[in-house]
């Protein structure tokens, strides 16, 4: 089971990487786009990250709206999925 200092950490940077990436998850779910219980799952995905220092300094270097999500993200694909939806 995790601590809740983890999930915190990585509940910060699944929301911190959405905003890098020009999306709002509270917009996303009360649009309809995201499914609410889906955001547990964006963030026990991050969860098993292997370099949460890594995610923390790429999102430290002010990336835009006009950005990919780092190879590395474990939600690449779902954010980016958000993003063209």
């Given at each position: 089971?995790?601590?809740?200092?983890?999930?915190?950490?990585?509940?910060a940077?699944?929301d911190?990487?959405?905003?890098?990436l020009?999306?709002?998850?509270?917009?996303?779910?009360?649009?309809g786009?995201?499914?609410?219980?889906?955001?547990?799952?964006?963030?026990?995905r991050?969860?098993?990250?292997s370099?949460?220092?890594?995610?923390a300094?790429?999102?430290?270097?002010?990336?835009?709206?006009?950005?990919?999500?780092?190879?590395?993200?474990?939600?690449?694909?779902?954010?980016e999925?958000?993003?063209?939806?």
């Amino acid at each position: 089971m995790y601590e809740n200092q983890t999930i915190r950490t990585h509940a910060a940077l699944v929301d911190r990487m959405a905003s890098a990436l020009g999306l709002d998850l509270e917009e996303e779910v009360m649009s309809g786009r995201l499914d609410y219980d889906a955001l547990p799952d964006l963030v026990l995905r991050c969860t098993g990250c292997s370099q949460p220092d890594t995610c923390a300094a790429w999102l430290n270097a002010e990336h835009g709206a006009g950005e990919h999500a780092p190879c590395y993200c474990r939600n690449a694909k779902a954010l980016e999925s958000l993003r063209k939806s």
